[in-house]
């Protein structure tokens, strides 16, 4: 029973994380961290952008908590809700860096109704190149409104 209950803490933790994203993709990266995040935004021939700092800090964050949750018994749900926090790191990387904007190039092409939805909400999303004006910052959902908005890619949409 104890298992479960932590397996439902971890998942919790997962959805959750996409509320705490959405929120600091919408209010910290376009704001006070908007100097990071707009090498995320802008045009780059590196690998590494600025804006990597961020998954630092959140793998630094989920770390942390997994130790502690680890080594201190009475904190035992840390390790439970690092493990939601790592796995969400996880679904973020390989849906964003890979499937996204193909930082490792992969042949993917989108079949179902929710992954076409929550890519054309990203594309809308880079569509704005500046800290102002953006929409769809949710990494893992979109609404389902971006069903219907028409998306004009253009050359180079994917690597920005």
Request: aromatic share 16%; hydrophobic share 45%.
């Amino acid at each position: 029973m104890e298992l479960l209950l932590n397996i439902l803490l971890m998942l919790a933790t997962f959805l959750l994380m996409e509320g705490f994203a959405w929120f600091t993709h919408k209010y910290i990266m376009h704001g006070v961290m908007w100097s990071w995040h707009q090498s995320h935004h802008a045009p780059h021939k590196s690998w590494w952008e600025k804006n990597d700092l961020f998954s630092v800090i959140f793998g630094f964050i989920a770390t942390a908590t997994i130790i502690v949750g680890s080594e201190v018994p009475s904190l035992r749900p840390l390790l439970w809700i690092g493990f939601g926090i790592t796995l969400y790191g996880l679904s973020y990387f390989i849906f964003h860096d890979i499937l996204v904007h193909r930082r490792i190039r992969v042949r993917y092409k989108p079949r179902s109704r929710y992954m076409k939805r929550i890519i054309k909400a990203h594309y809308i999303h880079h569509k704005v190149h500046i800290r102002d004006g953006a929409e769809a910052f949710g990494f893992l959902y979109a609404p389902p409104k971006y069903e219907q908005q028409k998306l004009h890619k253009q050359a180079g949409d994917e690597g920005e």
